[in-house]
């Protein structure tokens, strides 16, 4: 099977290539990638997309893209995906079939589950169920400790060998620091990262949004932003101890960023994610007791989201990932205090992260490093990559396509986002991932 896409403006992180070119594919592999018009002092031109299409007697499938971006697919290094065990919530069918409408071609899915993801039983599971199910490539993560409880280290080498690729007590942190440092330790051994999910829990003493004015006035218990900075530069310390590969989830304070930023410039193995609601929104989103914009960490500050968006802009923050946190409707239309934390994320990450795009703050293949090769690299993956000989995993996105987020039309089962009404810029109309071509394009108003 042969497939062309013509007349594209292809991005390519890796090499710093971008530019107006066509692209081959056959047998679901990338034969071939031909510039026509590129960044001055790069790429290949060669002949118009028409005469290019002519070049194969067969009858190829053609995507015309023109006007349209092509790029990688994007690499989600922190998702929930749920099942097995929470299924009402989200399925590994129905979460990866909203990554691909996403942009998204692999997603790393959190332990968090039931059972929680801490052996290689369960590790298999996922395995095999993305394989049969999956829409787009799913990569598990294991807990650092058995049923994240903190107390003992999970079987992490075994774990590693089943094909988790990478460590994380996400949703709970790692609250012993000797626990902590032995994972560390063992990360060099095998060669994965530990995620930490960077909160003192006890500081944190059952809070529900940011501390502060508002929190005051909406007699709603506030998380101080000490509870985060304290643990990322406990886990900092320990990362420098054992010399192990540290990776800060989630951050959301101008204080986080400045630890981590001062962490790189001593030379420490450590690398950094935020969200795209920590970039857009502030804790203002909470007014009225919206649970749909409650989420841990919590929205912050205008001070932070400035912050953060110098960080990502001066690579001190290294990947944008979503959190992809989807609940059933009846665990957000609750009290305040009782509801679930959490956004449904992956339809909406790109055109999000498109905004700091128009806003100046990265340029369009900082994004895509970000969104995908950054977290490929951290991991190990091998995606996140236009080359030849490499998959076909890619997206084609209408930069122009704007369109007003409407949960009840998201893919994934989870509904819950504060980004309800707002309009968006940004769309993914083809994602092609696993020998499958998923064409959105009838979705374009």
């Known amino acids: ?13 890796r090499n710093e290539m971008y530019g107006l070119g066509d692209i081959v594919i056959e047998n679901w592999k990338i034969k071939e990638i031909r510039y026509r018009e590129s960044k001055p002092g ?23 893209a023109s006007g349209l971006y092509v790029m990688p697919g994007l690499v989600d290094m922190h998702v929930h995906l749920r099942e097995p065990g929470y299924e009402y919530k989200e399925t590994i069918k129905s979460g990866t079939m909203a990554a691909v409408r996403g ?63 990478a460590f994380s007590d996400d949703g709970m942190p790692v609250k012993n620091s000797l626990i902590m440092r032995r994972a560390l330790e063992y990360s060099r051994t095998f060669g994965a990262p530990v995620i930490s999910h960077a909160e003192d829990i006890d500081l944190t003493a059952c809070g529900v949004m940011n501390e502060g004015y508002l929190s005051t006035l909406l007699g709603l218990k506030g998380i101080p932003r000490e509870a985060e900075v304290i ?63 409650k989420v841990n960490p ?58 700091l795009v128009e806003e100046g703050v990265l340029d369009l293949s900082h994004l895509i490093r970000k969104m995908s090769l950054n977290p490929s690299d951290i991991l190990g993956l091998d995606r996140g990559v236009l080359r030849e000989g490499s998959d076909a995993a890619l997206v084609i996105v209408d930069m122009d396509s704007e369109f007003e987020v409407e949960p009840e039309k998201f893919v994934s089962k989870g509904k819950n986002t ?28």
């Open 103 to 165: 942009g998204f071609t692999s997603v790393c899915c959190m332990p968090d589950t039931k059972p929680v993801n801490d052996n290689e039983t369960v590790t298999e599971f996922i395995l095999r169920k993305a394989y049969a199910e999956g829409a787009c490539y799913v990569y598990p993560i294991g807990a650092v400790t058995k049923g994240q409880e903190g107390r003992e280290l999970a079987e992490m080498g075994m774990m590693r060998e089943a094909g988790c690729v």
């Open 298 to 355: 919590p929205l912050r500050t205008e001070k932070d989201i400035a912050a953060i968006k110098e960080g990502l802009s001066d690579d001190t923050i290294d990947v944008i990932a979503t959190d992809h946190a989807p609940h059933h409707r009846d665990e957000k239309l609750c009290e305040f205090d009782s509801a679930a934390s959490g956004i449904s994320g992956l339809e909406t990450a790109l055109p999000l992260g498109l905004k």
């Open 1 to 13: 099977m042969i497939i062309l896409i013509v007349n594209g403006h292809i991005i390519d992180p």
């Open 231 to 293: 643990m990322i530069k406990r886990d900092i310390d320990l990362a420098l101890l054992t010399g192990g590969r540290l990776h800060i989830a989630h951050v959301s304070t101008e204080e986080g960023v400045n630890a981590i930023r001062e962490a790189k410039r001593a030379g420490i193995n450590v690398t950094a994610e935020t969200c795209p609601h920590y970039f857009t929104i502030t804790e203002d989103a909470v007014k009225d007791y919206n649970t749909d914009a």
């Open 42 to 64: 790069q790429g290949n031109p060669e002949s118009e997309g028409d005469s290019f299409v002519q070049q194969f007697p067969e009858s190829p499938e053609i995507i015309d």
């Open 418 to 445: 504060p980004f309800k009404g707002m309009y968006l810029k940004g769309r993914p109309v083809v994602t092609i991932c696993k020998g499958r071509i998923y064409d959105f394009r009838a979705e374009r108003p």
